[in-house]
C-alpha cells in the first residue's frame, strides 16, 4: 500500500504587504514585506545589543518578508 502525504504550506495574502503562512497542524505565522530602504535596523544580525535579531527572512516580488 502507497500512501502519500501532501505537506503544503498554505499561503493567504491579507494585504499588499502582510501575509499569513499555515503549515499542516500547526498555527499561522504572520509576515510582514519590507522595501529594501526600510528594513528593520536588526536585521542581519543574530544578535544585536541585548535584543535578538532578524537571521530568518524570505524575498517575494520585491519585499522581503519577515516574521512577526
Not at 22 to 28: A, M
Not at 32 to 37: A, F, H
Not at 53 to 65: A, C, E, R
Request: net charge positive.
Amino acid at each position: 500500500m502507497n500512501v502519500k502525504t501532501n505537506n503544503m504550506n498554505r499561503i493567504k495574502f491579507t494585504s499588499k504587504t502582510t501575509l499569513t503562512i499555515t503549515e499542516q497542524d500547526c498555527k499561522p505565522i504572520k509576515y510582514k514585506g519590507y522595501e529594501v530602504g526600510s528594513l528593520l535596523p536588526s536585521f542581519g544580525h543574530i544578535f544585536h545589543e541585548d535584543k535578538e535579531g532578524v537571521s530568518k527572512w524570505f524575498n517575494h516580488k520585491g519585499l522581503t518578508y519577515i516574521a512577526q
